[in-house]
Nanobody, 129 residues
Framework: QVHLSESGGGSVQPGGSLKLSCEASKYTASPYCMAWFRQAPGKEREGVGT???????AYADSVKGRFTITRDDAKYTLYLQMNSLEPEDAAMYYC???????????????????????WGQGTLVTVSS
């Protein structure tokens, strides 16, 4: 089973940047479809972006053009570069695997449609002046 651990969260001012990391345990046979999602207090989980095994990415409209997902399979690490952060981006951020690829290929940002297998404990992002 893959274990995931997110890091890199913190507090930034609006317009600032953060880079989140998600380290996977080394006990994985092959790259998966992976995703970032977030949850703000009192709100539903929200899909942020996905990356498939070939490096193809997709983003929710709310973050498109500001967030970038990359992966380094040699280091078993997924990244989320977040630029031009807005107060609405404040949330706990999680990375997750989807072995069936539904998150990567369904075109849906509704997490109830995804088939997430594993996610980490999350890393907190705060955006305020």
């Amino acid at each position: 089973q893959v274990h995931l651990s997110e890091s890199g969260g913190g507090s930034v001012q609006p317009g600032g940047s953060l880079k989140l990391s998600c380290e996977a345990s080394k006990y994985t046979a092959s790259p998966y479809c992976m995703a970032w999602f977030r949850q703000a207090p009192g709100k539903e989980r929200e899909g942020v972006g996905t990356i498939d095994a070939d490096g193809n990415t997709a983003y929710a409209d709310s973050v498109k053009g500001r967030f970038t997902i990359t992966r380094d399979d040699a280091k078993y690490t997924l990244y989320l570069q977040m630029n031009s952060l807005e107060p609405e981006d404040a949330a706990m951020y999680y990375c997750a695997t989807d072995k069936r690829g539904i998150a990567c290929y369904s075109g849906s940002w509704d997490l109830t449609h995804w088939a997430l297998d594993t996610w980490g404990q999350g890393t907190l992002v705060t955006v305020s002046s």
